[in-house]
């Protein structure tokens, strides 16, 4: 008896040291072991967030874009990060004129969730554009942009949700591509592990 009951120690033992789950209590008044079992903790969830953003426009004028982002969530309703971006363009549009171009750059951005689905949205941004002129000349800028505006999320699983924003840029620097407060649309797709 005392062998089987030797060996259901070590049983007991040895799956407690495999599954970290497990507490072995023993009765000092009877001599019974019995196992309690205690739920794991589950992981928490990261505070990282991973998205962007695909530009892709085909004919006689063509874009082929990508902005790639990393967000961390200070808070559920507060979160920040980074935004890396390049496009390349290629405008067909006037007879015997041809225009290739990349712009890249990179951005800043804060959100503020109001309720879980709507967001305001800040973002600086530094590109650099390259303007072609009709003489085969062509100057490349670094242009300052500051979008402000809003956004929609739409969770499509557990960590995988759907943006759609509108930004404007208040700066309305003189090589900006965003003439006269005109909007700037996106929708994306992000995952947060």
């Known amino acids: 008896m005392k062998i089987c009951q030797l060996i259901m120690f070590l049983l007991l033992i040895s799956n407690g040291c495999l599954a970290q789950d497990t507490i072995i209590v023993k009765s000092d008044t009877t001599n019974v072991y019995k196992v309690a079992r205690q739920e794991a903790p589950r992981p928490k969830e990261s505070q990282f967030y991973y998205g962007g953003y695909i530009s892709l426009t085909f004919g ?5 874009g990508a ?3 990393i967000g961390y969530k200070f808070t559920p309703k507060l979160s920040a990060g980074a935004i890396l971006s390049y496009e390349y363009i290629s405008d067909n549009t006037y007879p015997g004129y041809h225009y290739n171009s990349s ?3 990179a951005s800043v951005f804060g959100r503020y969730r109001v309720i879980p689905e709507f967001y305001f949205h800040t973002e600086f941004s530094e590109m650099s554009y390259e303007t072609n002129y009709s003489d085969g000349n062509s100057d490349r800028f670094w242009v300052p942009l500051l979008f402000l505006g809003g956004g929609y999320s739409q969770q499509i699983s557990r960590n995988t949700w759907m943006n759609a924003q509108i930004l404007f840029d208040v700066i309305q620097n003189e090589h900006s591509p965003y003439k006269d407060w005109a909007p700037f649309y996106s929708v994306g797709f992000g995952v947060g592990f």
């Open 60 to 64: 006689s004028y063509t874009v082929v």
């Open 67 to 69: 902005e790639p982002l």
């Open 103 to 105: 712009n890249y750059g």
